[in-house]
């Protein structure tokens, strides 16, 4: 007989411990950093995965948005995915991400987001890849702009709403970055036990029109400035940040930052002397398909339909056909149509998001449809590669 597996909210103080441990142990860190993480949560947000009444796994999930068209999307963020040892191999893992899944649908959920430790088993849940988080370095020997048209000031209290304001400007207008909760905000702006978080607003403390959000450290005896968070509304914005970074180029000698594959920052840059130091693809899962083409926003000006057919093996009320009406920047969606655009629930992450034309995930195998309808896709969903600023 197979073993029973039963999925749980995650609520005795011993099962937090022992999941830290089990997450712990699979992420190479300690359990100490794992329960940590998971206060700054919330255990109400954990769930977990026993066999014969013992814990096997379990993972994090964070409620927040995903700013997609312009609108902000629910979406929930999985993280933390760990199963001990002794429990790999048999199905628990992926028995953990359909429960998981199915919660989701139930509470009406449009969108779920991760970064993957292994692709192919967040594909057999219906994960695809959906974006890019890209980190970039540059010496500030090399940043050649010095003189800065816009002041920078301290900003004492970096919980202060201006922040939150100046985001929510920038992250509407990129695909994929989150409509943060307040456990990421906190993550940003909070110093540690071995660092300290420094913010400088960048214009007039009145209409400011961008931020630096920074810590420092040591590496191999170079000090180097890690870029928590920014934000850059204007040119002149765009100008101040480097001319900051760059006149501290006396004492630190490398700076990070995360941006986008393509990033805009480079641009105002003499030479190309900043390089991407490392990328991930973050991965998405449609896990309601009517809501989430509903709730994203779209291109304004563009008027037209999209007949699609959707295969979907888990969430089985996702597996049908949809007429997606787009106008005036919005969707409307209802079941029916002519299935024009035939894609399984993987390949209309990547569509939904932006990251692949319809023509490249054809090519990929990812989908079938007729010219008329990978016209409307290409119009409907082509956009900027979409990327976020937070891992998690």
């Known amino acids: 007989m197979t073993p029973l597996l039963e999925y749980k909210t995650l609520v005795d103080v011993e099962d937090v411990k022992h999941l830290g441990l089990i997450v712990g142990q699979a992420f190479v860190s300690s359990a100490s950093a794992s329960e940590n993480f998971f206060k700054s949560i919330g255990f109400e947000n954990l ?15 964070v409620p ?66 959906g974006g890019h988080n890209c980190v970039w370095e540059i010496s500030t020997q ?8 816009l002041a920078l000031q301290p900003i004492a209290d970096l919980n202060c709403g201006i922040l939150h304001q100046l985001y929510q400007q920038q992250a509407q207008l990129i695909n994929g970055y989150l409509d943060r909760n307040p456990s990421l905000w906190k993550r940003v702006t909070q110093s540690g036990e071995k660092d300290t978080v420094y913010g400088y607003l960048i214009g007039n403390q009145d209409q400011p029109e961008g931020y630096i959000v920074l810590s420092q450290y040591y590496q191999a005896d170079r000090a180097v400035i890690e870029i ?31 941006s986008s594959v ?46 699609l057919a959707v295969k979907d093996d888990l969430l089985t009320a996702n597996n049908d056909n949809f007429i997606l009406s787009v106008a ?65």
């Open 228 to 258: 928590r968070d920014w934000v850059v509304l204007s040119h002149g914005a765009a100008q101040a940040f480097w001319s900051f970074l760059a006149n501290h180029r006396s004492t630190i000698k490398k700076v990070t930052w995360q």
């Open 262 to 307: 393509i990033d805009s920052l480079t641009l105002v840059l003499p030479e190309q002397t900043a390089k991407i130091k490392h990328q991930n693809r973050w991965m998405l899962r449609i896990v309601d398909v009517y809501k989430a083409l509903q709730l994203r926003g779209y291109k304004l000006g563009l008027e037209t339909e999209l007949h």
């Open 142 to 149: 090399d940043i050649y702009l010095h003189k800065s048209p």
């Open 64 to 129: 927040m948005g995903m700013w997609l068209g312009g609108q902000s999307v629910p979406m929930v963020g999985i993280a933390s995915v760990g199963i001990a040892p002794e429990y790999r191999g048999g199905g628990v893992a992926i028995a953990l991400l359909q429960n998981m899944l199915q919660e989701l649908y139930a509470k009406e959920t449009p969108i779920s987001v991760l970064y993957p430790a292994t692709q192919q088993l967040y594909r057999k849940a219906g994960y695809e890849q």
């Open 328 to 392: 005036n920047g919005k969707g409307e969606v209802k079941q029916g149509g002519k299935g024009e655009l035939q894609i399984d629930i993987e390949g209309l992450a990547s569509l939904y998001t932006g990251l692949f034309t319809p023509h490249t995930l054809k090519l990929a195998g990812k989908l079938d449809a007729t010219d008329t309808a990978l016209l409307a896709a290409t119009e409907i969903f082509t956009s900027s590669a979409p990327w976020m600023a937070d891992f998690f």
């Open 47 to 61: 769930r977990v995965i026993c066999r014969e009444g013992k814990v096997a796994g379990g993972l994090a999930t």
